[in-house]
T-cell receptor
Framework: GQQLNQSPQSMFIQEGEDVSMNCTSS?????WLWYKQEPGEGPVLLIA?????ELTSNGRLTAQFGITRKDSFLNISASIPSDVGIYFC????????????FGKGTRLSVIA | NAGVTQTPKFRILKIGQSMTLQCTQD?????MYWYRQDPGMGLKLIYY???????DKGEVPNGYNVSRSTTEDFPLRLELAAPSQTSVYFC???????????FGPGTRLTVL
């Protein structure tokens, strides 16, 4: 099936640093979603994007829907220890009511 | 408002055994989904339902069955457990088709 390319796979950063991760696809999407998963829990929605070029913030998190509709990025500013977890992107194809496709995730570790 | 609840949280099965993973949501969402998450991988869709009485296959349906007799409940059935079904299973629901999905806490299943 269709895959999203999510990078990087993992990141080790110092507390206070900014973080950037992205997802790319060979297909056009009409929706991009970013989720965070903490150990032993289900993914929790962070940001939803519905328009090409859309830039949306949620606290220290900012995500953008790429103009080509084939990519999205998520930035975290001034990271803190509780940002630790796995971040997943998910996208829905332009063709309509099709299932979400998930990236493999970016595992974020924050060193205090 | 409990959101999406899943039981059990953990289960160990022997090869060939059967079991049902339970999922309930109290948000009156029409759309419900079952995913599996293997280590280091993203989420793969097993089955989904667009409303009571309607179900459809996702990317990896083999070895599983579902039913949707009520809006609230969407159980996942494993008939003949195999080691390849060792995974973490997540149930999710959404208000719109494949839109912003709310996930349960997951069921960690091991088949030995």
């Amino acid at each position: 099936g269709q895959q999203l390319n999510q990078s990087p796979q993992s990141m080790f950063i110092q507390e206070g640093e900014d973080v950037s991760m992205n997802c790319t696809s060979s297909s056009i999407f009409n929706t991009w979603l970013w989720y965070k998963q903490e150990p032993g829990e289900g993914p929790v929605l962070l940001i939803a994007l519905y328009k090409a070029g859309e830039l949306t913030s949620n606290g220290r998190l900012t995500a953008q829907f790429g103009i080509t509709r084939k990519d999205s990025f998520l930035n975290i500013s001034a990271s803190i220890p509780s940002d630790v977890g796995i971040y997943f992107c998910a996208g829905q194809f332009m063709s309509g009511n099709t299932p979400l496709v998930f990236g493999k995730g970016t595992r974020l570790s924050v060193i205090a | 408002n409990a959101g999406v609840t899943q039981t059990p949280k953990f289960r160990i099965l022997k090869i060939g055994q059967s079991m049902t993973l339970q999922c309930t949501q109290d948000m009156n969402h029409n759309y419900m989904y079952w995913y599996r998450q293997d280590p280091g991988m993203g989420l793969k869709l097993i089955y989904y339902s667009v409303g009571a009485g309607i179900t459809d296959k996702g990317e990896v349906p083999n070895g599983y069955n579902v039913s949707r007799s009520t809006t609230e409940d969407f159980p996942l059935r494993l008939e003949l457990a195999a080691p390849s079904q060792t995974s973490v299973y997540f149930c999710a629901s959404s208000y719109t088709a494949f839109g912003e999905q709310f996930f349960g806490p997951g069921t960690r299943l091991t088949v030995l």
